[in-house]
């Protein structure tokens, strides 16, 4: 299964709607500092979770109900009420598959990254939580994807500076000279490692990209044509399709 040409368009959508939000934030009476305006808009991977949902579409047909909406995207939780996903998939009741959606800019990457490896684990883990008790139903084994963009600028493409090494216990040496880009590699892989997610990918484009598409995967296990491949067979297994 080849999603390069699907990925191609998303990646396109992800930077106009980004340069959008940031020309339309100009023209505000409240300016945000620096990027702000464009990496708060929201809406940025909405390209992704459309391109999603017509994959879905192709492949799978009307069998599943696929929520993009705020009101069908809410799971229960474990460790807090509950959790708003970015894409959510069912089937006659039965969760098949709830996704997140996430991207990685600058100009602060190191605050950034952290917040994003954060929340990951916390969702991974809280639905972990949640299913083995059963609050998606008996014997559910949902699919749970974790996708994360990453802006290719020099910030996040050199070896990131340690931030503040412990002066107990040595760090994993794999972080020693990775870059922002290569640490959501490495935390992508360690998730799925772990079973937190059933699958997890990231990718790193550049801002040129929102013309080409153009896009760099880090590995074959982290692709995102990986992660959508695990996840429309999933969906075919589940409806029989």
Known sequence: ??????IKKAVRAYWRAKNSAWKKNQGGTRVDQGKRGAATAGKNLNGFSEMLERVVK??????VEMHRNKAGLVLPGHFRPSKQWDIVVMHQGRLLAALELK???GPSFGNNANNRCEEALGSGYDFSVAQREGLFGAGANPFIGYFILVEDEENSRRPAVRGNPSIHFQNDPIFKAASYQER???????????????????????PTAKNTGT??????DTSLNKLIAIFVATLKIEVDV
């Open 103 to 105: 991207s990685l800019g």
């Open 215 to 220: 896009y760099n995967d880090f590995s074959r």
């Open 184 to 206: 959501m590699r490495i935390l992508c892989e360690r998730m799925v490692q772990e079973r937190l997610y059933t699958a997890a990918a990231t990718l790193a484009t550049l």
């Open 58 to 63: 192709a492949e799978v047909g009307s069998k």
């Open 1 to 6: 299964m080849d999603y390069t040409d699907d």
